[in-house]
DNA sequence: GATGAATGAGACTTCATTCAT
DNA sequence: GATGAATGAAGTCTCATTCAT
């Protein structure tokens, strides 16, 4: 999508598929959506689909890899490369997830909380390969808030163990997301984003310039 | 189930079938199920489920009521009634949780988190009461969480919102149950417990009695 | 179809089922037909199809066994039912056949052959299990020819191999359906017959009572 | 493929579309394969297929041909040309196709009879133009069969109608390839080829040089 | 209170075919 | 002369649901 010529044309199709089944499965879930629908929505015919998809598990394999790298570079790796501080960082990444939601619920009336965790649980069982990718996306996620954890411990001179901290810092970014969809409420990301922060020595970092709460 | 005498025998064939439902949605997921597999698992003809509920969403319902009350009876209501001090309640919890993870672990070779979550996340689009209803389940949780909180913080002087910490720990807990289904590791909730115990000011209260951690 | 009360009712439906297979597959072939039509020739639904079978495939296996054992009975045993001697029953055998082609042909303008040599040819590699099915079948016919060719033999005191002259008796009639069908024309099968009744000693042993050839 | 440069490009493509999907239609029939098996067993794109046949039935038409005019002369003719005896042509004929079929179950594990009986009996209903075509090409085999009957009956001084034994002949060959493919077993084709050497009085002519009977 | 039998709608998937390059 | 990309129609099979007994 942000490189338009150096994709073949049916390299730009099969992309453009796999958007459109990401954004239906994190909307409705896997097993909801048909393939039908998924055709329907990125304007192709329904051979086009299997054409570049071995059959439906085919996409969510696709999917999950498509949200497992993308969102990582978009939100991890961006906050890492615009900042240095490591409460600045976890304050960032919390911000766009935060954004995210909010513009999310503002231009749908729904939030669909990560776009990963709700077919891993879904397809858990059905398609072990599924849930183990994302939790090597999980995996890396850790790695980044470890980072932060021991930035930030060394500064603050904790002896906190930064890996402990870390998976702390991951599972409770599960835990925003899932209770932001749950409860429809984008700020309950921020709630997370404020503990966070706390968490690792720095609980008077904003992470919104002003108090624009919605 | 625990009142076995008081129930007439429809209504036990009512309870056998929204408990297998529960069973399988949990671990296969709503749209994975189908209504002739849960007669089959629970020894009843199709037509049967159809005497008891309207339709399959009504069964959704169902799940959604007895995995809201029932587990928060067992588990909650249980520590409060068992502990008086806070962090002891806390670590009942989460031992009870994790000993819960690591039976199913080692009968069934995985492991299911949440029975709420992933049927929320799922129906969540397609039927919001679903999601309601647990919000509603989860809401309950966290003023567990928060009056674990206000007792803590009144034992430990902390000025820490007791609200807040609240919120922290129920998403800490919903990040527990995700993470240790996604990584197929109970041990992830001993983790996540002892995070939440280090929030309320008592990091070395201990979870399990001795090292057993299966 | 011949014991009416005996059948429950769901015995009855599968049944009818198979017989309208069976007749579309020897008209036009297993792949040619698609389970649409069998229901809608069967006046069922689809579904109900599949309540009976659990697959295409499954409903290939029934029509061989019920092409297998039906004609048999109706063909073979009935003329050695009716007949002492072997020309008799022979050309009993023909007769039969013959009156089956020739009907077949005035009444639909086409003529179908054997109804398990198509399906089995067509289905030799992908089900290995429909050519052994229909291979028993036509042991079981070879072994019908051959007490013929061992009773003809001690008649006329031939010293000829009845094992040899009975196979020889089974492929010309394979033969037969096969040449009456490609040439659409049932007097092919009185041709086979008077070779075969040559073949064990009996040149003379009339087919049909008259000239009768359609 | 006998004249290898006197073939335009495009004429050997098409030739070489027409032997595969003629071995693909005698092992799994017409309706088994699609166009794309046929195209990638060719090595040719989809649409190259289509330039040079008008649809699929097109395909069947010039396989059928193929397979009439081809297998004639390689088997009759030759036979023909090679010997002069009836009885020697006879059993060459058998000869050549035993051999051909005992080949192809060495190297194939499987046997696939006459390449287009199934074929016609496959399409006979949909196609008759096919089974027109292969009805001429057995014709000109029982010619070929009718001619061995006279040749043998001027020696033997028989008085039986050669028109007769050539069509017996005919069928015979019929049977012999429906067993042998039903039974998976080349031997059968050498027990008819003894029946037919003794129908024309030449009981004890060898098929085979010595006694390989693999 | 329970069940065997049936069904319409819709799921996933593949087919033969065409078009633009 | 050949191909990658696309498609409408049709195929097999499953679903949630109902009815008669």
Redesign the pocket.
Known sequence: MNRPALL????R?RAHIVACASSLFWRRSF?A?????IAEVA??????????F????DLAHAVIRHNGVTPIEMIFAASFAQYEKPEERLAAIYRTAFLTHSEMHASNGDLFGCPIVGLSLELGQEMPEVREESARTFDEVERYFTQIAKDAAHITGSDADPAITGRTLTQLMHGANASSRLAVEADRMLDAGRAALALIGFPETPILVEDQTT
């Not at 959506?33 to 629908?37: F, G, L, T, Y």
């Open positions: 073949t044309k049916g390299e199709t097993h959506v048909s393939v039908d629908q304007g192709v015919n329904k051979a086009t689909v299997y054409r570049y071995a059959d439906k598990r």
